[in-house]
C-alpha cells in the first residue's frame, strides 16, 4: 500500500510539470485562466495536469515524501517557498516566454502576432488581410488597459514573431497591410477619412 502511494504521488508531481509545460508550450502561453475563458485547445487538459499537481503539492506539505511520518517544519516551509517562487516567476518572464513561444511557433510554422491597445476602426480589415494574404493569426492580449505582463507577453512575442516575418517574406508586410486597410477605411467611409 505504501508503494501504491509513493507511486501516485510521484505521478503527481509529474502531472503538475506537464500541465506547466502544457501550458507554457500552447498557442496561448499568457495565462491558464485567459486562455481558458478563450477556449484555446489544449488548455483544459493542462487545468486538469495542473490541479493535480498542485493538489499534490498541498499533500506533500500535509504528509511530507515519506507517507510514515509528518515532515518537519523546515521541510515544509521549504516546500511552500519553492511553489510560491515559482508561482511568482510567471509575471517577471513573460516577456521572454513571448520571445520563447515567437521561435517554437515559427519553427513549427505557425505565424502569429498578438495586440493590445484600442484598436482603430481599419484593425478588422488588417487583420484580415494579414490572415487571408500570409496566413498570420492576429491574436488580442488585452483591451484598452491589458494587464501588464499581457503585454510584456505580446511585445516578447512581437520581437521576435516580426521580425522572422519581415524575414521570412522580404518586406514589411504589416505596414503594407496597414496601408491597404485604411486606403480600404478610407475609400468606404469618406466622411470619416483616417489621417
Known sequence: MKRLRAISFVLAILALWFGLVWCFLSSAGTFLVEALLDGHSGLPGSA???AAG???LVVLARKGPNFDRQPSGRIRLWIIAVGLGLAHLWFP???PRGMLMAHLDHARSHDEVWG???PPP???TYHQLLQQKYGVVSRTAGGCSPFPPWEWYADGY???SGRLLIEKYHRDIFEECADSAIQQWNIEHPEDPWP
Open 122 to 124: 481599419w484593425s478588422p
Open 158 to 160: 512581437n520581437g521576435v
Open 116 to 118: 493590445y491597445g484600442y
Open 48 to 50: 486538469v495536469l495542473l
Open 54 to 56: 498542485l493538489v499534490s
Open 93 to 95: 518572464t513573460a516577456y
